[in-house]
């Protein structure tokens, strides 16, 4: 019999691991949302997230403001972003050149979405990737060709995961297969698109691991306190909210009212999703703070301590230019 290795045997192996905890922002569209969001990023910092997710607009339409706000992030405060890149209208050496770019200015987490487009899109741009799965595959040579820049910090690549059956796949089943295949092109982990019902979570897990999905799967979570975006993310995802919450939503008198039911609510999908074994938790904040600190104050998360890195001074409130984020952002293509 083969004794016990260091593995087998280290005490510090054995107990649970911290969970993640992260947001996701979007660039703003004007000066004065940009100064609204940089209050929400300061207000968020405070509760040290492992990363935060930045928003790519629909065939790179925000590739700017969202590379400005990256490096923003990374040059002004403690936070380590996560980009997001989607493959719909650019060429392959488009995608390397950005993909480059982010690299460059320190990013080591990307987020691969193929992005949504029309049928005539991919037409439009000859050699265009056609699938998240191809991008991850790009990162991950555009990685190899810099391996000897990277020796401080690989790159961590992210997916996108479906609790539900996405929009143009034919079968739940095939959306794992769609995963499976990110995975095999070098994804490490998977964030998943919104979803209103407890058992939503843990189902689309146990699906994954029997298809021998292996990464992390977190869950990605909404502030359910608005009824009219509650309302038109489930026209998005095909899937309806439970007509309890929305009656409820519908029927509250003040804003206060609202917040405290929709956070109950919010409240109650995560800590299904953290029963189930989640690894994590990312907010969806919409860039408002303060329906996501409110579901943080009612959640038990065993968190690790983060050392606050140094932060070069900058002004804070900087006009920054590109669009609002819609509902259908968040319905990411695979």
């Known amino acids: 019999?083969?004794?016990?290795?260091?593995?087998?045997?280290?005490?510090?192996?054995?107990?649970?691991?911290?969970?993640?905890?992260?947001?996701?922002?979007?660039?703003?569209?004007?000066?004065?949302?940009?100064?609204?969001?940089?209050?929400?990023?300061?207000?968020?910092?405070?509760?040290?997230?492992?990363?935060?997710?930045?928003?790519?607009?629909?065939?790179?339409?925000?590739?700017?403001?969202?590379?400005?706000?990256?490096?923003?992030?990374?040059t002004e405060t403690s936070l380590r972003p996560l980009a997001h890149l989607t493959c719909v209208g650019n060429t392959p050496q488009e995608l390397a050149d950005i993909i480059g770019e982010l690299l460059d200015v320190g990013v080591r987490g990307i987020l691969a979405l193929r992005g949504d487009h029309s049928k005539d899109a991919i037409a439009a741009v000859p050699g265009a990737l056609r699938y998240a799965q191809d991008l991850v595959d790009l990162i991950r040579r555009v990685e190899q060709r810099r391996s000897a820049l990277l020796c401080a910090g690989k790159v961590a690549i992210g997916v996108a995961a479906y609790p539900t059956r996405h929009p143009e796949s034919p079968t739940e089943e095939h959306d794992i297969e769609v995963l499976l295949a990110k995975q095999r092109s070098g994804a490490d982990f998977a964030i998943t698109q919104v979803f209103f019902h407890t058992e939503q979570y843990a189902d689309l897990v146990i699906r994954a691991r029997r298809a021998g999905v292996t990464i992390p799967i977190i869950p990605g979570v909404m502030p359910l306190t608005s009824h009219r975006r509650v309302t038109r993310l489930g026209e998005l995802t095909g899937v309806e909210p439970a007509p309890k919450l929305l009656s409820s939503l519908a029927g509250a008198e003040t804003a206060a009212e609202r917040l405290e039911i929709g956070v109950r609510a919010t409240v109650d999908l995560?800590?299904?999703?953290?029963?189930?074994?989640?690894?994590?938790?990312?907010?969806?904040?919409?860039?408002?703070?303060?329906?996501?600190?409110?579901?943080?104050?009612?959640?038990?998360?065993?968190?690790?301590?983060?050392?606050s890195r140094s932060i070069r001074p900058a002004a804070i409130r900087h006009a920054a230019s590109g669009r609002q984020q819609t509902d259908q952002d968040l319905i990411v293509q695979q």
């Open 1 to 74: 019999m083969s004794p016990p290795t260091l593995i087998d045997t280290h005490p510090d192996l054995s107990g649970t691991a911290p969970l993640a905890l992260s947001y996701e922002l979007f660039p703003p569209r004007s000066p004065a949302a940009a100064e609204t969001l940089w209050h929400t990023i300061r207000e968020l910092e405070a509760t040290r997230p492992d990363y935060v997710s930045v928003t790519y607009g629909a065939n790179g339409s925000t590739r700017d403001t969202a590379v400005e706000l990256v490096n923003r992030l990374l």
């Open 270 to 307: 995560a800590n299904a999703a953290l029963d189930a074994g989640a690894p994590g938790l990312h907010l969806y904040t919409f860039n408002e703070h303060q329906s996501a600190l409110d579901v943080l104050d009612r959640l038990d998360l065993p968190r690790h301590a983060r050392r």
